[in-house]
Nanobody, 124 residues
């Protein structure tokens, strides 16, 4: 059974940091592009960052220079280090897997597997 389980969310003040983790099971992440998406109340789900099977990365403009995606294929785990958090980063964060080796576009329809999400709340 395929599962993606996110953790590490929480409440933090603006300017703070959080590190999200996504533990995968039921499939081998080394064959999948992995990504983080987020969704705020009343808004569409948007791509945040993506990493290819060999660790090439791409980011949404809104998080460039502040967020870093990384992966440990041996542990089947994906990470998102979030620094200099802003109030507008408040959202539920989801990890996702796409059945491709290169950089997968940050569009939801490319991704096959999804986690249940973890809440990040940034206060001013």
């Amino acid at each position: 059974q395929v599962q993606l389980v996110e953790s590490g969310g929480g409440s933090v003040q603006a300017g703070g940091s959080l590190r999200l983790s996504c533990a995968a099971s039921g499939f081998t992440t080394s064959s999948y592009a992995m990504a983080w998406f987020r969704q705020a109340p009343g808004k569409e789900r948007e791509g945040v960052a993506t990493a290819s099977t060999i660790g090439r990365t791409s980011y949404a403009e809104s998080v460039k220079g502040r967020f870093a995606i990384s992966r440990d294929n041996a542990k089947n785990t994906l990470y998102l280090q979030m620094n200099s958090l802003k109030v507008e980063d408040t959202a539920s964060y989801y990890c996702a897997a796409a059945s491709m080796g290169g950089i997968a576009p940050l569009r939801t329809y490319y991704y096959t597997y999804w986690g249940q999400g973890t809440q990040v709340t940034v206060s001013s």
